[in-house]
């Protein structure tokens, strides 16, 4: 990797990314009527250099260490802040991109700029050189990792194949009520993924999916299968089942809603999370359940970031 | 920290082995429910549990764990043990409840999720 395209790349995100992106929302904010004394608790107990200060949610004024310095210089005669604050202030909206803000860090020598909604004129937050370096290394950070996950991709088994299309497919069988075996299944996925060089995120996330839905066939019904389909752009599992079946799939896809007997809580599960869980791990989730008959879930997954 | 250090000074107790405890802990997870597990603990959380069957191996095993103590004293059921060897999921066991062990954990520096500030 050479130097001038990371630097072009970090260029393309000061553009890209906006001061609110980097800021600091959750910023301690001075009242003008404390004493400087007090202030010097406040940046001392939080470990900051200097706070805004505000009266009625609106910005009336900064105030930093180095005026805390000046004033113990003088002789630290108490007063309220307010006399002693910067009141012409230089401000950053929060909808311009970092670039103007790491300009006028720059050009002023400022520390720190307060950050104001355009239309309200309200204090949203503080920007630091820290919190632009911050947000610049975490935005670097999504990018690599989706590098990484191309450079992952189960790809040299799909090149190897001369095909159109090529589909690696897998099945597993589940026992149902048999809790020491619970598990077991979900746990060749995982290990068939990693071995298929599939990145750790999406396997983790498949791995995940599937153990809930094992649980699920081994804690409700009498047993099922599970069938990983595997291509070059996405892993497919489905969950088929000759259970209950689901009354009311919009419920019990409900966060803490759950069915479970009193035996299977005891054994940490049936919290009402698992679909849930199965939801948030994949790109997509179909279930057709039948009352009486049973239920087949179709979890897909894509193998780009995410 | 390395989950050997917390073994010395929480006087934890190593169930099996072949433990390998020179793994970096990087925070911690307390609950008994698996699938909350799952949906909140963070790879290289030390995990606090009274669950003792097989399936908190699955568990950990999943979400890259750095580890899982036990509370209470309690003993895991031997098919845990077997499968904590082969996953090489490190199994310790605390006599303090839930309630004291996460206390002291944390003020030895183990933090959670929510306190990266």
Known sequence: MNNEKKITKVQELVYELKVRDAMRKDIIRSSPDILMSELGETLRSNRISGTPIVEHDKLVGIISIEDFIKWLAEGGKDCPIESRMTRSIKTLYDDEPLVHAIGKLDKLGFGRFPVIDRATGKLLGVITKGDIIESLLRELEIDYHEEEIHRYRASHIFEDIIADKTILRFEYFVKGKDFNRAGEVSSGIRKTLTRLGIHPQIVRRAAIASYEAEINVVSYTSGGEISVRVQSDKIQIHVTDSGPGIPDVAQALKPGYSTAPEWIRNLGFGAGMGLCNIKKCADKLDIESTVGKGTRLKICINMKAG | ?117
């Open chain 2, 1 to 117: 920290m390395k989950l050997k250090e917390i073994v010395e000074k929480m006087s934890l107790e190593v169930i099996g082995t072949a433990t390998d405890l020179d793994r970096e802990v990087t925070g911690g997870y307390a609950s008994d429910l698996l699938s909350d597990v799952l949906a909140n603990a963070r790879e290289g959380d030390l995990w606090i549990t009274l669950q003792i069957h097989s399936n908190v191996v699955a568990v950990a095993s999943m979400k890259g764990l750095s580890g899982i103590v036990l509370i209470n004293n309690r003993e895991p059921e031997e098919d845990t043990v077997k499968k904590a060897e082969s996953e090489n999921v490190p199994i310790l066991v605390s006599k303090m409840p839930a309630f004291e062990l996460v206390g002291k954990l944390y003020a030895l520096g183990i933090k959670g999720s929510q306190d990266n500030a």
